[in-house]
């Protein structure tokens, strides 16, 4: 089941880092589309028009009617269906040709039926691009997501249900890695005073907004503070590494 989440938008400055990575995920996949196209966990559509330009058909899922509705407006040819899932009951078995679902799977309760269920609905020779964010370069706790996973944690799942996986890792160039650590060293300022360790034993609801606020006001205070650094990394500031457990986000390819 999704819960609402965090957002990051390509309309605020102080979040173009985070952007430019999330939206490679984007680029990268549109290459590899074939067939009916299934994404999981649309949201405010941020690479559904590459999406729209590289497949033959399109099904969007989210749980947020709103940015359907404003969605089947822009591409009334694409289907959107509003859901909480997993399962995947609506979709029939063997049907998709490939499914994408970007920075999702950390936010779901049951990952197992939720890795099981892509794979029941995907085509023989199916494919299924997944992205999440490395929990290795986590900088604290975040209280939007169920969990974050390692290498072997998230290769271990797909594995389960896909005997082929290929797991590659995003990251970036000199300048994302300075503003990561300039990042690095401002949640430190704010996490020094958690002596107890509460981002980690409180409940995740609890601590929803006061991180998404603690989280905004860190993005437009490291923008003012280096404002050039900001606005100046793009897309091509990130690549894929083959050593993904030192990357930000792990991309994982599933072939059924």
Same mark, same amino acid.
């Given at each position: 089941?999704?819960?609402?989440?965090?957002?990051?938008?390509?309309?605020?400055?102080?979040?173009?880092?985070?952007?430019?990575?999330?939206?490679?995920?984007?680029?990268?996949?549109?290459?590899?589309?074939?067939?009916?196209?299934?994404?999981?966990?649309?949201?405010?559509?941020?690479?559904?028009?590459?999406?729209?330009?590289?497949?033959?058909?399109?099904?969007?899922?989210?749980?947020?009617?709103?940015?359907?509705?404003?969605?089947?407006?822009?591409?009334?040819?694409?289907?959107?269906?509003?859901?909480?899932?997993?399962?995947?009951?609506?979709?029939?078995?063997?049907?998709?040709?490939?499914?994408? *679902?970007?920075?999702? /799977?950390?936010?779901?309760?049951?990952?197992? $039926?939720?890795? #099981?269920?892509?794979? %029941?609905? @995907?085509?023989?020779?199916?494919?299924?691009?997944?992205?999440?964010?490395?929990?290795?370069?986590?900088?604290?706790?975040?209280?939007?997501?169920?969990?974050?996973?390692?290498?072997?944690?998230?290769?271990?799942?797909?594995?389960?249900?896909?005997?082929?996986?290929?797991?590659?890792?995003?990251?970036?160039?000199?300048?994302?890695?300075?503003?990561?650590?300039?990042?690095?060293? *401002?949640?430190?300022? /704010?996490?020094?005073?958690?002596?107890?360790? $509460?981002?980690? #034993?409180?409940?995740? %609801?609890? @601590?929803?907004?006061?991180?998404?606020?603690?989280?905004?006001?860190?993005?437009?205070?490291?923008?003012?503070?280096?404002?050039?650094?900001?606005?100046?990394?793009?897309?091509?500031?990130?690549?894929?590494?083959?050593?993904?457990?030192?990357?930000?986000?792990?991309?994982?390819?599933?072939?059924?």
């Amino acid at each position: 089941m999704f819960s609402t989440t965090e957002i990051t938008s390509h309309e605020e400055t102080s979040d173009n880092v985070i952007h430019q990575r999330l939206f490679y995920a984007y680029v990268e996949a549109a290459k590899m589309l074939e067939g009916e196209v299934l994404e999981i966990g649309c949201g405010a559509g941020r690479g559904m028009q590459l999406v729209a330009e590289n497949c033959e058909k399109y099904t969007g899922i989210d749980k947020n009617e709103e940015l359907l509705a404003l969605h089947r407006k822009t591409y009334p040819n694409f289907k959107f269906i509003s859901k909480n899932i997993p399962p995947l009951d609506f979709i029939e078995s063997n049907s998709i040709d490939t499914v994408i *679902s970007f920075q999702v /799977i950390e936010h779901i309760e049951d990952d197992e $039926l939720f890795i #099981k269920e892509i794979e %029941r609905v @995907l085509k023989p020779g199916g494919k299924a691009i997944i992205t999440t964010p490395n929990i290795k370069l986590s900088l604290t706790r975040n209280p939007w997501h169920v969990r974050e996973y390692t290498y072997n944690q998230l290769l271990a799942l797909a594995q389960k249900y896909f005997s082929k996986v290929d797991l590659k890792g995003i990251t970036g160039s000199e300048k994302v890695m300075e503003y990561y650590e300039q990042n690095k060293a *401002s949640v430190e300022k /704010i996490t020094r005073f958690d002596i107890f360790n $509460l981002q980690y #034993k409180l409940p995740r %609801r609890i @601590l929803q907004v006061p991180y998404d606020i603690l989280n905004r006001m860190n993005r437009k205070s490291l923008e003012k503070g280096n404002d050039s650094l900001v606005k100046q990394v793009s897309l091509a500031d990130y690549h894929f590494d083959e050593d993904a457990d030192k990357c930000f986000d792990f991309f994982c390819i599933m072939e059924k």
